[in-house]
C-alpha cells in the first residue's frame, strides 16, 4: 500500500491559510513576511519532490497551482514531473496547462492508495487534508511550523470530534528563525 503524506506550512496555533498569499485575506504571505527566510528550513520540500511519486491535491489548491507551477521550472520540477490526482465532486476537467487524474471521492483515494508504487503527496488542501484524515487514510505528516500566531484563518487539522490519533514523530528540527520542522508517522 503507497503512503499518503500530508505536508505543509502551519502557524503555532494551526493556520494554514494563506503561506504564500492569499489575496484579501488580512495575514496573506505570512511565511516570509512574518519570519526571516531560511533556506535550510526548506530542505523538506525539496526531499518531497524527490521521494514522492505522485501529487494529490483538493480542487481549489489545484485551481490555484495549475496556471503557476508549471511555469516554477527550477523549484516544482519534480512536482511538474510527477501524476496529479485532484479530488472533486465538482471539478468538470483537468487544467491542460498541468494535466491531472479527476478522482471523484475519498473512495477513489482509498483505491489509489492500494495501487503499486510511491509516496502520495498532499500539498495545500486543508479540506481535502482533513476529509483524509478524518478517514484514517493519512499516514505521515510533514509540517513546517512557523512562529507566529494568525488567530482566524483556515486550521490544518480537522476539528471533527473523534477518537484520538496517535503520532510518532520521526524527525524534527528547529531553525535559526523558529521555524520548527515536525515530521510525524500515524500509529495504527
Known amino acids: 500500500m503507497r503512503q499518503l503524506i500530508v505536508t ?7 493556520v494554514m491559510q494563506g503561506p504564500g498569499g492569499d489575496e484579501g485575506w488580512r495575514n496573506d504571505g505570512w ?8 533556506p535550510s528550513a526548506y530542505e523538506i520540500k525539496g526531499r518531497e519532490q524527490g521521494e514522492a511519486t505522485a ?12 496556471p503557476v507551477w508549471p511555469g516554477m521550472v527550477d523549484d516544482f520540477a519534480g512536482y511538474n514531473a510527477m501524476p496529479r490526482y485532484v479530488v472533486s465532486r465538482t471539478l ?5 496547462r498541468w494535466p491531472a487524474t479527476v478522482l471523484r ?3 477513489d ?8 508504487g510511491g509516496p502520495i503527496l498532499v500539498q495545500g488542501s486543508a479540506e481535502l487534508g482533513a476529509a483524509l484524515a478524518d ?14 500566531l494568525l488567530g482566524a484563518g483556515k486550521r490544518f487539522f480537522s476539528t471533527a470530534d473523534r477518537d484520538w490519533v496517535r503520532l510518532s514523530l520521526v524527525e524534527h528540527a528547529v531553525y535559526p528563525n523558529g521555524v520548527q520542522k ?7
Do not use: C, N, W
Not at 511565511?31 to 531560511?38: E, L, N, P
Not at 515536525?182 to 495504527?188: A, H, L, T
Open 8 to 14: 505543509g506550512f502551519m502557524s503555532t496555533d494551526g
Open 31 to 38: 511565511t516570509f513576511k512574518a519570519v526571516d527566510f531560511d
Open 55 to 66: 501529487l494529490l491535491l483538493g480542487r481549489r489548491s489545484y485551481e490555484l497551482f495549475a
Open 92 to 96: 468538470e476537467t483537468d487544467d491542460d
Open 105 to 107: 471521492s475519498l473512495d
Open 109 to 116: 483515494v482509498r483505491a489509489l492508495k492500494e495501487t503499486e
Open 135 to 148: 478517514a484514517d487514510l493519512v499516514d505521515r505528516y510533514h509540517l513546517l511550523v512557523f512562529p507566529v
Open 182 to 188: 515536525q515530521v510525524f508517522d500515524v500509529i495504527r
